[in-house]
């Protein structure tokens, strides 16, 4: 007795995009102003020009760099340029922004500029994922609308429907 099945699922014609596959790979280092401030709160030019001087930077090579302030300081804008320019020979990817903002700016970066010719005119389902962020989600609908079919969320055998054109 022969029984076929039908994958309902190939069946539907519904491909799949994980926005995990364009998550960065490069590491995230984080450079904290606070550790070459006066006192961890003032900017003393002297001071600060020298304890950005004998700051190892080669640790910060190849590594995309997070620069924070875990103090309440004011920080005159000079200071980025100097941290920016010492800097410069091991990366040229610094934020002044947390790692997981600068993470999920990067990922965007990703997002937009990834060929998603892939997807014209099919139906398309955006997988869920916990470690996708709102803005990514939001971006991926503005990227895929112009180009797909139907777009979904969720997963290929239950998705929810977001749009058909």
Known sequence: ????????????GIVAIDLLDLKPIEKIAVLDIKDYLFMG?????KEFRESVSAIDFTKFKDKIVAVICSADAILPPWIF???AEKIFAYTENIYFDNPEKVLENIWLDNLKTADLTF???KKVV???RAEITPALYLSA???LKPL???????EIGMPKVIFKN
């Open 41 to 45: 709160l003032i900017v003393k030019e």
């Open 81 to 83: 340029m100097l941290i």
């Open 141 to 143: 609908t503005l990227f």
């Open 119 to 121: 997807y014209k005119d």
């Open 126 to 128: 955006v997988r869920a």
């Open 1 to 12: 007795m022969e029984n076929n099945f039908l994958n309902k699922v190939d069946a539907s």
């Open 148 to 154: 797909v079919k139907t777009l979904m969320y969720g």
